[in-house]
């Protein structure tokens, strides 16, 4: 698989070639130019945020984990509870978009926690949890489109890790057929192909990508 700084690099690269793209089909469909702007910008910024602080990776210990600094503790469950490289974390829609609502789930859940720890020592706080879920939840409700282009950069910034593994598992897989000796060519190819594609679309699938 590609190390951290590839994967920041393709990262980079994609929201450079994306940027010029997205606003000139915006403009095409014509929409207005300030419009165009914001919408491509908050496309671009939340694709990088997703691929290098939401990575798929973060379902293992990795350099992505150290960037959250003192908050690396609420990934812990989530690499707990999602299987290694599979569906749930390195697939192309729903896992991006997963990772965002553990984010403020877990977010609603310290401010929970710190408001019980207060009540235990006398010190009774009002329901904070509550109203800052109802903040989020108004916010993306009176902004559509802006939360719109959040979604997809979210999406595109996982999408282009996750087909990066697929891509180099394949790989892989090829130059192992190819360049093996003769005599284990034969037990390499009865292999399953790592590099299938189900593990990206399908939630139950048991097909796992190697880890190189």
């Not at 393709?10 to 940027?19: E, F, G, I, Q, Y």
């Not at 702007?37 to 602080?53: P, Q, Y």
């Not at 490289?85 to 390195?90: A, D, P, T, V």
Request: proline letters at 8%; charged letters at 10%.
């Amino acid at each position: 698989m590609p190390n951290t700084p590839t994967h920041d690099f393709l990262t980079v690269a994609t929201s450079l070639v994306m940027t010029p793209a997205i606003f000139s089909i915006l403009r095409t469909a014509e929409v207005v130019q300030s419009s165009a702007v914001i919408v491509t910008t908050v496309i671009c910024v939340a694709h990088n945020v997703s691929g290098m602080l939401f990575s798929p990776d973060l379902d293992l210990d990795s350099r992505i984990h150290k960037r959250w600094g003192i908050l690396l503790f609420i990934w812990k469950p989530y690499k707990w509870c999602i299987p290694h490289r599979h569906f749930w974390s390195h697939g192309l829609i729903i896992p991006p978009l997963l990772r965002l609502g553990y984010f403020f789930g877990m977010l609603i859940m310290l401010i929970f926690a710190t408001e019980v720890i207060a009540r235990i020592f006398g010190f009774p706080l009002p329901a904070y949890h509550q109203s800052f879920a109802r903040s989020i939840i108004d916010w993306f409700v009176m902004h559509p489109i802006i939360s719109v282009s959040m979604a997809l950069g979210f999406v595109t910034g996982g999408a282009v890790h996750s087909i990066a593994d697929w891509v180099v598992t394949g790989g892989k897989y090829v130059w192992r057929v190819l360049f093996v000796p003769p005599g284990q060519a034969a037990r390499v190819a009865q292999k399953s192909y790592p590099g299938s594609m189900k593990w990206l679309f399908n939630p139950f699938s048991r097909v796992r990508p190697d880890h190189f």
